[in-house]
């Protein structure tokens, strides 16, 4: 369950790239992508997408180049869209813009207990 601000999501969706590779990812992390890459793809930007193997995988860490021409699908288990949190969007945005392009990090929740970070998982 989610209040909107926080990610209690279980639900799995999927990136599909070129028709064939599938990132799985957390349904609310995946909404957030989805705007991040849409946007730079809207632009004609070509970049990367990087992440760390979640446990139950290979050990390791994956990166893919996405560009305009290479066919790309956001699939989500869950029916309803999260409430996108603006902070991680610029957060995933400014990744997307440096020169290593976007590596997928936690969200960060506002409101969390001093000293300790509020995370909402990238990755499963």
Do not use: C
């Not at 050990?59 to 999260?82: C, K």
């Amino acid at each position: 369950m989610t209040d909107g601000t926080r990610a209690y999501d279980s639900h799995m969706g999927f990136i599909m790239y070129d028709g064939t590779s599938q990132l799985h990812i957390e349904d609310r992390a995946l909404a957030h992508l989805k705007v991040v890459i849409a946007t730079k793809l809207r632009r004609n930007e070509s970049f990367t997408v990087s992440w760390t193997h979640p446990e139950g995988e290979a050990y390791g860490r994956s990166t893919i180049w996405l560009h305009p021409a290479i066919p790309l699908r956001f699939t989500f288990e869950g029916r309803e869209p999260p409430k996108l949190n603006p902070q991680w969007i610029e957060d995933l945005m400014q990744s997307a813009n440096s020169t290593g392009g976007i590596h997928l990090v936690d969200e960060i929740v506002q409101g969390s207990t001093p000293g300790r970070d509020d995370r909402s998982p990238a990755s499963s």
